[in-house]
């Protein structure tokens, strides 16, 4: 079992920036990428960013390239999405992800509301 913790959320106006952090525990070693996910009201999840925790290959939803940053501390078990630049159309409750190839595990989600 993985267990997620994130924070960092909230409200903030259009252009500005927020940093969102994940800290896994529990059997984190299995873990292979660890990634972002969000969605808005009446929409599907989405991915945003995603990270391989051995190597560090990123991958991102177009919608957020060049403003949007996920990186890794392999140290403190955490992953962080920097959010630059921010738009009304970011709203959204924002997941952390882990995946370890069998299982997939989530944490409890955290808002991030922009206003325009």
């Known amino acids: 079992q993985v267990q997620l913790k994130e924070s960092g959320g909230g409200l903030v106006q259009t252009g500005g920036s927020l940093t969102l952090s994940c800290a896994a525990s529990?059997?984190?070693?299995?873990?292979?990428?660890m990634g972002w996910y969000r969605q808005a009201p009446g929409k599907q999840r989405e991915l945003v960013a995603r990270?391989?925790?051995?190597?560090?290959?990123?991958n991102y939803a177009d919608s957020v390239k060049g403003r949007f940053t996920i990186s890794r501390d392999n140290a403190k078990n955490t992953v962080y999405l920097q959010m630059n630049n921010l738009e009304p159309e970011d709203t959204a409750v924002y997941y952390c992800?882990?995946?370890?190839?069998?299982?997939?595990?989530w944490g409890q989600g955290t808002q991030v509301t922009v206003s325009s």
């Open positions: 990270i391989t925790i051995g190597g560090g290959r990123t």
């Open positions: 529990g059997n984190r070693f299995s873990i292979y990428a």
């Open positions: 992800n882990a995946d370890n190839r069998m299982e997939s595990y």
